[in-house]
């Protein structure tokens, strides 16, 4: 159905026009620079392209009252000095004899991209609008904001589509106070938003952006803020606010819509932020949305105010709303203190709300318990982490880290005739063989195994994976017979190993023992030979072994761990979004296997929604082995989501049980020192400070 882009060049209309060095930075280049970097590369000429129109004030009336648009409405007729009295009545605002015509197109652009997603004209979307919207309230404009059009495209969505559950994720730097006091006390709108906050002392300074504020009346618990206390934030704290705090509530709460307050100022190089997450990062936070609200995302344009920097990060949203593989995230993926404090603050004040944090399996780890090589902070002067954003970010057309498009998205090597699975349109039936000789020659190993049928499927394996790693396919899913699924899993890893993949993930449901010797990758070398890149010598072995099945939870090493499948949606969610994704970050692989084998007790739904979120650590390269006795019905949905399409709901939300919670708490426990996505560290004590 395609991705809209709603953008009308009226909107670089308003510019300051006296000076005002808090203002300037907010200027029509903004728009500019975002469209002229999705045109290089190609992003825009991708979209459905929808002309804004002007919301009525009608629409506008829906969230701001009667007596302030008119007054917004009569700074069509201001001159200068009048236009500056009336600005300085406000915090951090101009007004331009502009500002309305603009105000209500930023408005339109919303509106209409939730009638295109809710309509099924397009899946999802972004508009490219100023002014922003998010710091706007009922009766007053603030922070660069006039009228404030995500909260209007929220309750337009609820009174003409009559939606019930609407999830916003504010990812600006600055808080958004203005959507958080329109929904205060309503539980139908879920609202999340980090923000720079450094205990109540950066703008706007309020004590209600602290963690403890949750909502009022029937909206408490749906008001959540995670305060960043210092800046340099980067890619590993923005994952590990998603996975241990959004990502839970968000499937808890089972939205029908997403809204993003997609501010850039959250991005490495803007002056406002002074944090160091890549532009990358929003490629994968992106891509961590699109599994909920049957993909149904609408992002809308905040902040973002050094115009590399905010045009490399559009690209790289927009180029995952199309559907494009993420880049590979860049940088060591562990949290700083700070971070982890913030995160623990926020589950402590939303835990007595939310049942997943109630069963939080996340291990609290204490200051005194990081290892040496945990991350801190450098309190960086502003100039000086300006120039480590100059550093980070060379010039758009280069700049862009981008996996190049394999020419086919998704294949499917079947064993039965194709036309006994219709697959969806774009994913194609494998019908090469590797060559008989080679064929053979890998399955000397288990000769026993693979006889007639075996022996052919394992063809059509090979040659799949072969168009996985050579880059002519992003992803692929390998019907093997039952008998053979673990012979077969150890061919693909021989194959993936003796072909150059680094750093294999391989996820094994069901029972499926370790397919071969992990100190030995048959190179004769043994898995503790490293590579020379800096990533090996970091990472240590080249294999990370994850087994979902049986009763108890084991450790082998760091890198072959073995847990229970959990039977309940909260557990199921917890497995993997407080265990597998960290460890698939953690980990960072070049291409993910994916084994479903004997009695491997998944849903569809669970397979779906597994397969849909290792899609992003490994920039979609991911191999699905499944034995044949289940393909069909599994191998569509697993299709379905591999090529893009949003993983079907797991259904009601089931606390995980205690025996569930046990062993994800043990694994957490002996695995957090070395892979630091999993842990969360010790709240500051005493209560939400005060203002400083």
């Known amino acids: 159905m395609g991705t809209a882009l709603v953008y009308h060049e009226d909107m670089t209309a308003t510019r300051l026009l006296w000076d005002d060095p808090e203002c300037e930075i907010e200027c029509p280049e903004r728009l500019t620079a975002a469209l002229d970097g999705l045109r290089q590369r190609g992003l825009e000429q991708r979209c459905l392209c929808l002309s804004a129109c002007e919301a009525s004030e009608e629409e506008l009336g829906l969230v701001h009252s009667p007596e302030y648009v008119a007054l917004v409405r009569r700074t069509q007729t201001l001159d200068k000095e009048e236009l500056q009295a009336l600005s300085k009545q406000y915090d951090a605002v101009y007004f331009h004899p502009n500002t309305f015509h603009c ?32 710091h706007s309230q009922k009766a007053a404009a603030n922070g660069f904001c006039v009228f404030n059009n995500v909260a209007i495209a929220a309750k337009h969505a ?48 309020l004590q209600e952006s602290d963690a403890c504020a949750v909502g009022q009346g029937q909206g408490q618990g749906f008001t959540v803020n995670l305060p960043w206390n210092q800046v340099g934030m980067g890619n590993a704290d923005y994952l590990a606010a998603f996975l241990h705090v959004l990502l839970p509530l968000a499937f808890e709460f089972d939205p029908e819509l997403v809204l993003v307050s997609a501010g850039f100022d959250s991005a490495i190089g803007d002056p406002e932020g002074q944090m160091q997450a890549t532009p990358e990062c929003f490629a994968h936070l992106t891509q961590l949305l699109q599994v909920l609200a049957g993909g149904r995302i609408c992002a809308v344009l905040e902040g973002g105010y050094n115009l590399e920097s905010l045009a490399q990060s559009v690209c790289m949203m927009v180029q995952t709303l199309l559907g494009d593989p993420t880049p ?11 971070a982890l404090e913030s995160i623990q603050s926020v589950q402590t004040a939303q835990a007595p709300h939310w049942t997943s944090l109630q069963q939080n399996v996340t291990p609290v780890m204490s200051p005194s318990t990081h290892f040496p090589e945990g991350r801190s902070l450098p309190l960086l002067a502003e100039s000086s982490m300006c120039q480590v954003a100059e550093d980070a970010l060379s010039p758009l057309p280069d700049g862009l880290c981008l996996r190049p498009i394999p020419p086919i998205c998704t294949a499917v090597a079947l064993t039965v005739p194709g036309a006994a699975l219709a697959l969806p349109p774009g994913v194609l039936h494998q019908e090469g063989s590797a060559l008989k000789e080679e064929t053979e020659a890998w399955a000397r190993l288990h000769k026993s195994l693979f006889q007639d ?16 790693l050579d880059g002519q ?3 692929g899913i390998a019907v093997t017979t039952a008998l053979a699924t673990a012979a077969t899993l150890d061919v693909v890893i021989q194959r993936c190993l003796s072909h150059g993949a680094q750093r294999l993930l391989c996820v094994a449901l069901g029972q499926l023992d370790r397919p071969l010797d992990l100190a030995d990758d048959g190179s004769g070398k043994g898995l503790m030979h490293m590579c020379t890149c800096p990533w090996c010598s970091l990472l240590g072995r080249r294999i990370l072994w994850l087994n979902i099945r049986g009763k108890e939870a084991t450790i082998g090493s760091m890198f072959h761990i073995s847990t229970p499948l959990p039977q309940t949606t909260g557990g199921f969610l917890s497995c993997i979004l407080g265990l597998v994704l960290p460890l698939a970050y953690g980990f960072q692989p070049d291409m993910v296997v994916m084994a479903l084998g004997p009695a491997h007790g998944l849903q569809n739904a669970q397979a779906a929604l597994l397969a ?18 289940s393909i069909l019905e599994l191998a569509r949905t697993l299709a379905q989501v591999l090529h893009g399409e949003a993983p079907p709901s797991l259904g009601p939300f089931l606390m995980a049980s205690p025996e569930e919670i046990q062993a994800l708490m043990f694994l957490k426990a002996q695995l957090a020192p070395r892979w630091k996505l999993l842990q969360v560290a010790a709240p500051s004590p005493g209560p939400c400070s005060p203002v400083a």
């Open 612 to 629: 849909a979120m290792l899609r992003g650590p490994a920039g979609g390269r991911i191999l699905a082995v499944v034995e044949e006795e």
């Open 328 to 338: 590979p995230l860049l940088g060591l993926m562990v949290p700083c203190q700070s």
């Open 103 to 134: 105000a209500q197109l930023a408005v339109g652009a919303a509106l209409q991209l939730v009638d295109a997603v809710l309509t099924g004209a397009v899946h999802n979307g972004l508009a490219l609008v100023r002014p922003p919207g998010h």
């Open 473 to 475: 396919v992003r992803s």
């Open 453 to 468: 049928e075996g022996l052919a499927a394992l063809g059509k394996i090979l040659c799949l994976l072969d168009g996985i």
């Open 158 to 205: 609820k009174q003409k589509y009559g939606l019930q559950r609407i999830l916003i994720v504010d990812w600006d730097i600055h808080h958004g106070q203005g959507i958080q006091y329109i929904f205060d006390d309503d539980p139908s709108v879920l609202y999340f938003s980090w923000h720079r906050y450094e205990h109540g002392r950066f703008w706007p300074f």
